[in-house]
């Protein structure tokens, strides 16, 4: 009933950038936390991006000052802007959302499909 629809990943040089789209749509009551995370290959997923309802971002270190990460509530959409983008980004990133499908019943994490960042150099 939830579904979340990735877009934007690509091949880009180092320096470039790329803006990444995540989209939830289906039965969504209510949407909490939106984020972005990515994984390497041979290497553990990790936390990039996070947005909450509150609008406070969270980055991790390596990405602090060349990414942003933001939200259209009225779409339940999350964006990743990647500035100066860097070789040591290539990996493919996933968006994952906590939202309520209903009031009813608690919350459930969801997870796109992922895309593929390569940065060349």
């Known amino acids: 009933q939830v579904q979340l629809e990735e877009s934007g990943g690509g091949l880009v040089q180092a320096g470039g950038s790329l803006r990444l789209t995540c989209a939830a749509s289906g039965t969504i009551f209510r949407v909490n936390l939106m984020g972005w995370y990515r994984q390497a290959l041979g290497k553990q997923r990790e936390l990039v991006a996070l947005i909450p309802s509150t609008g406070t971002t969270n980055y991790a270190d390596s990405v602090k000052g060349r990414f942003t990460i933001s939200r259209d509530y009225a779409k339940n959409t999350a964006y990743l802007q990647m500035n100066n983008l860097k070789p040591e980004d290539t990996a493919v990133y996933y968006c994952?959302?906590?939202?309520?499908?209903?009031?009813?019943?608690?919350?459930?994490?969801?997870w796109g499909q992922g895309t593929q960042v390569t940065v060349s150099s």
């Open positions: 994952k959302v906590n939202l309520n499908e209903d009031w009813t019943r608690p919350s459930g994490d969801y």
